[in-house]
């Protein structure tokens, strides 16, 4: 079992940065695939950007949104910049169980996480 704790969101400017962070439960952090995803009122949850052995985001995030780990914290983050009217959501921190020999694998879909943040509220104001 996986525990995972989001915080970091908040209201910013059109402009500004935030960065959130996932801290995890557990001694074996390192083997376990890292998603963000987040949900706009009225639309389905997306994915914003994964990290295994290597990075990937969404075309929306890409250039401005940055995903990294600190596996010996047992955290994950999302460092947002230039943020857009267009990104406030809820935004949900996610993992999977990832060991060695999993392949190369990019995970986007809700469905390939089995544990999940209680999500953080991300506000943008224009």
């Known amino acids: 079992q996986v525990q995972l704790v989001e915080s970091g969101g908040g209201l910013v400017q059109a402009g500004g940065s935030l960065r959130l962070s996932c801290a995890a439960s557990?001694?074996?952090?390192?083997?376990?695939?890292m998603g963000w995803f987040r949900q706009a009122p009225g639309k389905e949850r997306e994915f914003v950007a994964g990290?295994?052995?290597?990075?990937y985001y969404a075309d929306s995030v890409k250039g401005r949104f940055t995903i990294s780990r600190d596996n010996a914290k047992n955290t994950v983050y999302l460092q947002m910049n230039s943020l857009k009217p267009e990104d406030p959501a809820v935004y949900y921190c996610?993992?999977?169980?990832?060991?060695?020999?999993?392949?190369?694998?990019?995970?986007?879909?809700?469905?390939?996480?089995?544990?999940w943040g209680q999500g953080t509220q991300v506000t943008v104001s224009s």
């Open positions: 557990g001694r074996t952090f390192s083997t376990y695939a």
């Open positions: 996610a993992a999977r169980f990832n060991p060695p020999g999993s392949g190369y694998r990019h995970y986007t879909s809700s469905d390939d996480y089995a544990y």
């Open positions: 990290i295994t052995w290597s990075v």
